[in-house]
């Protein structure tokens, strides 16, 4: 069956902007989480979705946002770009979650530049 | 609050000597274990899981971890490095009851194989 899927791959966007990355779940996966990875603070938890609504949030300015759809699928926003932002942003997807031991799947990922 | 120990940022082995990565853990409850690799520019991969049952987890390419309450401790083991092996691993926790988990990650452990 297919895998995680996160779209785009690659990004370069400018300080100030804003971007949206979207995450396919694995099919009959209802939870959805995304992590923000960089060499210096590693993977940092910031959202986990369940059936359209938000169950948990990470330390993480309320810049950063999502959403996801009916299907499961998912989306992230970051406005007002910082150079900061930049990083890989990983998306995992869970029968139930991560409470109920299933673990995650992640996705390869989308790579956000800030420049 | 839980947090997770990966003790060395790098570990470098011979191919065909055991590999051993250490993991420690910090939670009120034992939690559920995991432990993910990551090759470079790809997303994570489940290695294996410890959720309940027997303490001694077999996974895949070789790899197991033994869950040891009383040390707190589920470090990594395969009895021979292959070159392949070589890639980041990360250990994880979440705890095991509330809708509000989220899988918490150690800061890594990359392992070199050399010849």
């Known amino acids: 069956k297919a895998g995680v899927t996160q779209t785009p791959r690659y990004l370069i966007k400018t300080r100030g902007q804003q971007v949206t990355l979207s995450c396919s779940p694995i099919s009959g996966h209802r939870s959805v989480s995304w992590y923000q990875q960089t060499p210096g603070q590693g993977l940092q938890f910031l959202f986990e979705y369940f059936s359209e609504t938000q169950r948990n949030k990470g330390n993480f300015p309320g810049r950063f946002s999502g959403r996801q759809f009916s299907n499961s699928r998912s989306e992230m926003n970051v406005s007002t770009l910082e150079l900061g932002d930049s990083a890989l942003y990983l998306c995992?997807?869970?029968?139930?979650?991560?409470?109920?031991?299933?673990?995650?799947?992640f996705g390869s990922g989308t790579r956000l530049t800030v420049v | 609050a839980q947090s997770v120990t990966q003790l060395g940022s790098h570990v470098s082995v011979s191919e065909g000597a055991l590999v051993l990565l250490r993991c420690n853990y910090s939670?009120?409850?034992?939690?559920?274990l995991f432990w993910y690799v990551q090759y470079p520019n790809q997303g994570l991969q489940l290695l294996l899981k410890y959720t309940t049952g027997a303490t001694l987890v077999k996974g895949i390419n070789g790899f197991e971890a033994e869950f040891k309450k009383s040390e707190t401790s589920f470090h990594l083991t395969k009895p021979s490095a292959h070159m392949s092996d070589a890639a980041e691993y990360f250990c994880?926790?979440?705890?095991?009851?509330?809708?509000?988990?989220?899988?918490?990650f150690g800061t890594g452990t990359r392992l070199q194989v050399t010849l």
């Open positions: 939670s009120s409850v034992p939690p559920y």
């Open positions: 995992a997807s869970s029968l139930e979650g991560p409470g109920s031991g299933n673990g995650y799947t």
């Open positions: 994880a926790v979440s705890k095991r009851t509330g809708t509000a988990s989220k899988l918490t």
